[in-house]
């Protein structure tokens, strides 16, 4: 029997395109705009750049508070650095509605074979999905540390670091980073630590992701205070919520009121008077900003609501460690996942040679914070000095050679790039024909291709009118 999915969605908010002339013409800032990366803006005195692909409503001012530089797309640039978009692609506007004449239909067959077709051109597609495939949360919440039915991957986690040598890596760690929710957190994940060859090399790569996780944890989360007599890499897992931050702060908040594709998406909770909640930096990751707390719910729940509407949980509970599992492996196109540099999946084209993207501990540095504490010829950088020790002693702790060829640092590196052999695209986008489908697109979207099921989101939001006719399943 067929059935009829007929749709019911709102006109997409308009992306602008930027012609060759508006690429050449001083540009000031502009809400109603989508930047490509590269362009340079002005913006209330200064002067921005965009890292990346940058949607409508993301404006400079998220610079200033962003708790990392990789929370925004924008970086201060020189003054003086002339304004104007260099020439790349151009993003076609979206037709205005209008009447949509007859109605059309789709084969929903077809439209899956579409799909497929269009992730099969790209072979890093398929690793990559199961990569991140998750656990469903009932059997999260069941984890316990020694239960015998815990997932394969927690019990390997658990024959390498166990409930006491957790306590003395972490020993000032704050109490909701728990052994326990350690646990569930990599127990969402069932590719970290998971299965490889053999039994022995599952067990190498899973000792040398713990320790390249910890080193970045220590960094991101750490005391720093060398007067302790606990060693600078064993003050991990301090702080659970920004410095000076509380539940009532009123901050990370500035874009929710916009409307545009991204509220669209990942709509800001609201307190009962009215005010948006607060996105700032919360657990292992300090996830911040509601454009990662929704693709993180998404992931954790298949609803990017949940977290929207209660961010405390990000602190709370066990996704404050399953919040830097998440980062880990998810990619971030155009870099790789830190799981596929560390478990040898990335493997560098020339590209990324000539940049000098190597394998080993620097690249994840690069992949975590590069634009910041990577580059240049000169010393390395101390933040990224600081991850280099740190790796080397978890990586003595757990039993990790480090093979004195393996690049550690990143001085001499170079951004990642559209060359790179991670340059995958990962989200959907109108094809901007008049044939119902989607494109894969690097810059971000609200429909990920990593997710089943959003490329027919994306057919239904790009082609309203459409008609999907449901041949797949049966009564």
């Given at each position: 029997m067929k059935r009829y999915i007929r749709n019911a969605i709102t006109p997409a908010v308009l992306i602008i395109a930027f012609s060759h002339t508006q690429a050449a013409r001083a540009l000031d800032y502009d809400p109603a705009y989508a930047y490509p990366a590269g362009c340079v803006v002005s913006w209330k005195a200064q002067v921005f750049k965009a890292k990346w692909w940058t949607g409508p409503g993301h404006t400079p001012d998220e610079v200033a508070n962003a708790a990392n530089p990789w929370d925004t797309s924008w970086?201060?640039?020189?003054?003086?650095?002339?304004?104007?978009?260099?020439?790349?692609?151009?993003?076609?506007?979206?037709?205005?509605?209008?009447?949509?004449?007859?109605?059309?239909?789709?084969?929903?067959?077809?439209?899956?074979?579409?799909?497929?077709?269009?992730?099969?051109?790209?072979?890093?597609?398929?690793?990559?999905?199961?990569?991140?495939?998750?656990?469903d949360n009932a059997s999260v919440e069941a984890v316990q540390p020694m239960r015998k039915h815990n997932p394969a991957n927690v019990r390997r986690v658990e024959a390498i670091v166990d409930a006491a040598k957790f306590g003395y890596l972490f020993p000032l760690r704050a109490p909701e980073y728990s052994y326990n929710n350690f646990l569930k957190g990599m127990a969402k994940f069932p590719a970290v630590c998971g299965e490889y060859a053999t039994p022995d090399e599952s067990e190498a790569i899973c000792r040398k992701t713990l320790a390249t996780m910890f080193a970045h944890v220590a960094q991101e989360t750490g005391a720093h205070e060398a007067w302790r007599p606990e060693?600078?890499?064993?003050?991990?897992?301090?702080?659970?919520?920004?410095?000076?931050?509380?539940?009532?702060?009123?901050?990370?908040?500035?874009?929710?009121?916009?409307v545009n594709w991204a509220t669209e998406a990942w709509p800001c909770g609201k307190w009962a008077d009215g005010r948006f909640k607060s996105y700032f930096g919360r657990g292992a990751k300090q996830l911040s900003y509601h454009f990662n707390y929704g693709p993180f719910s998404d992931a954790m729940f298949g609803d990017a609501t949940v977290l929207l509407d209660a961010p405390e949980r990000v602190a709370d509970t066990w996704l404050n460690l399953a919040s830097a599992v998440f980062f880990y492996a998810y990619p971030q196109?155009?870099?790789?996942?830190m799981l596929h540099i560390i478990d040898g999946t990335w493997h560098p084209n020339a590209a990324?040679?000539?940049?000098?993207?190597?394998?080993g501990f620097g690249v994840t540095t690069m992949v975590i914070n590069g634009g910041v504490e990577c580059g240049g010829t000169g010393p390395e950088h101390a933040a990224s000095a600081n991850r280099i020790s740190y790796y080397r002693a978890f990586a003595a702790?757990?039993?990790?050679?480090?093979?004195?060829?393996?690049?550690?640092?990143?001085?001499?590196?170079?951004?990642?790039?559209?060359?790179?052999?991670?340059?995958?695209?990962?989200?959907?986008?109108?094809?901007w024909t008049t044939t119902p489908g989607c494109k894969l697109v690097a810059y971000q979207t609200a429909f990920s291709a990593l997710k089943a099921g959003d490329y027919l989101q994306c057919v239904r939001k790009a082609f309203p009118e459409v008609e999907i006719v449901d041949d797949v399943s049966r009564d």
């Open positions: 970086e201060i640039a020189a003054q003086g650095t002339p304004t104007g978009c260099p020439n790349e692609q151009a993003v076609p506007p979206e037709p205005a509605p209008g009447d949509p004449g007859e109605p059309r239909q789709v084969l929903l067959s077809t439209l899956l074979a579409d799909e497929s077709r269009l992730a099969a051109a790209f072979p890093m597609m398929d690793p990559v999905r199961r990569s991140i495939r998750t656990l060693p600078e890499y064993r003050q991990g897992l301090v702080y659970v919520r920004e410095m000076g931050m509380t539940e009532q702060s009123d901050s990370y908040n500035g874009g929710c009121g916009d196109p155009p870099k790789p996942s990324d040679i000539a940049d000098g993207r190597l394998p702790t757990l039993g990790v050679p480090v093979d004195e060829r393996e690049t550690l640092g990143c001085r001499n590196m170079k951004e990642f790039t559209e060359a790179s052999a991670a340059a995958l695209p990962i989200y959907w986008e109108n094809n």
